[in-house]
C-alpha cells in the first residue's frame, strides 16, 4: 500500500522506522533479527536509507593513480528486498540526486517498480567530504523538487515524501526561505513530509504552523532519535544543525561517563516527546533507529 493512502485512511497512530543499510559482511538473517524486535509495534512502513557512491584513488606501481569505487555497505534495495521477504510491512527506500546521473535514477525506478514498491524518499542528499556545497554529477539534478518530478514523470503512481527541517536546512538563510523550498518539493508532487530530528516540540509545532501559512497542506511527520550518550550533545548538532534544549543538555551533561544514566535520560526524553506529540494529535512518529533496537522499543512500548 502506498504512504499516501495510509495516511488518508487515518486511525490510530502508530510509529513509522528509519534503517540504515547494513556493513559489508553482515548477513541476511542477522538484518532481519535487528529488525524483528520493531515488529510487535505494527509499524506500517520502513524507511531504508542510502549512501551516495564515493571514490578513492590508488597509487599504482608505475606512480599514477586508478579511480575506485567504495561502496562498504549493502544497497537499499537489497535490503528492501530482504524486509518484504520476511515481514508484511511497507519498504521506503531513500533516493537522492547525489552521486547519480537522471538515467541511474531512472533505472534504480526500474529496479523498485520490478519489485512491487511503490513509495520512496525523495532527498538531495549531502555534499562529498571536502565539497562547501552540494554541486550534482553531470546529468543528475541539482534539487530534491527536481528528483520528486522525475520520480511522478517516471509513474506517476509512486507516493514520494521528502524531508523538511523545523530548525531549517543549514545552507538557507532563514526558515521562511526553507519553507518557500520545501513548497516547491511538494507542488512537485511530494504525498508527505518527514522532518530532520528535533527535541523540542514546539519547534516542530511551529514548523507545522509555518508550512501550513505557507500554503503546505500534506501531512507533516515528527521525526525523533532519543539521544544515547553525552557526546551526541556535539556531534548531533554538528552533524545535523539543530539545536538541544539546555535542560536536556544539562541532564545528559549531569550524566557525564555513567552510559547508563545517559541512556536513560535520553529515552525518557524521548518518551516524553512522543508521547506529547500524540496527544498533539500527529497520525505518525518516525524513529531514527541508527541500528539499535533497545531504546527505540522501550520507547514504542511506552507510546504504543
Known amino acids: 500500500m502506498k504512504i499516501s493512502e495510509i495516511l488518508k485512511n487515518g486511525g490510530k497512530a502508530f510509529p513509522s522506522l528509519e534503517i540504515v543499510p547494513p556493513l559489508k559482511g553482515l548477513t541476511k538473517t542477522e538484518l532481519i533479527e535487528s529488525i524483528r524486535p520493531f515488529m510487535e509495534f505494527s509499524p506500517k512502513y520502513i524507511n531504508v536509507t542510502c549512501h551516495r557512491d564515493e571514490y578513492e584513488y590508488r597509487q599504482k606501481p608505475d606512480g599514477t593513480y586508478s ?11 537489497a535490503v528492501c528486498g530482504a524486509i518484504m521477504s520476511e515481514f508484511d510491512v511497507e519498504t521506503v527506500p531513500h533516493i537522492i540526486c547525489g552521486g547519480a546521473t537522471a ?9 523498485l ?6 513509495n520512496v524518499m525523495a532527498l538531495r542528499g549531502d555534499s562529498i567530504v571536502g565539497e562547501k556545497r552540494f554541486t550534482p554529477v ?10 520528486v518530478e522525475a520520480v511522478k514523470r517516471f509513474d506517476d ?19 521562511e526561505t526553507d519553507i518557500a523550498n520545501l513548497k516547491k518539493k511538494v507542488d512537485s508532487g511530494a504525498d508527505y513530509i518527514i522532518t530532520q530530528m528535533f527535541f523540542d516540540n514546539n519547534v516542530f509545532y511551529e514548523f507545522v504552523g509555518k508550512c501550513r501559512a505557507a ?10 532519535k532519543p539521544l544515547s550518550t553525552a557526546n551526541q550533545l556535539t556531534m548531533l548538532p554538528e552533524a545535523f544543525s539543530l539545536d538541544i534544549p539546555f535542560e536536556l543538555t544539562e541532564a545528559m551533561t549531569r550524566a557525564g561517563d555513567d552510559k547508563e544514566k545517559a541512556y536513560r535520560t535520553g529515552t525518557e526524553w524521548c518518551i516524553m516527546q512522543c ?5 498533539h ?9 541508527m541500528g539499535r533496537a533497545r531504546n527505540i522499543v522501550e520507547i514504542l512500548k511506552e507510546c504504543f
Do not use: M, W
Request: charged fraction near 20%; charge should be negative; glycine fraction near 12%.
Open 103 to 111: 538515467e541511474e535514477i531512472e533505472c534504480e525506478l526500474y529496479n
Open 138 to 147: 553531470r546529468g543528475g539534478y541539482r534539487y530534491a523538487s527536481e528528483l
Open 157 to 175: 503512481t509512486f507516493s514520494v515524501g521528502v524531508g523538511g527541517y523545523p530548525e531549517k536546512h543549514f545552507e538557507s538563510p532563514n526558515i
Open 67 to 77: 579511480r575506485h569505487l567504495v561502496r562498504n555497505r549493502i544497497s537499499e534495495v
Open 215 to 224: 500554503g503546505i497542506t500534506v501531512p507533516i511527520i515528527p521525526g525523533l
Open 113 to 118: 517498480r520490478f519489485l512491487g514498491i511503490s
Open 275 to 279: 508521547k506529547d506529540l500524540l496527544a
Open 281 to 289: 494529535g500527529v497520525p505518525v512518529v518516525h524513529f531514527y533507529t
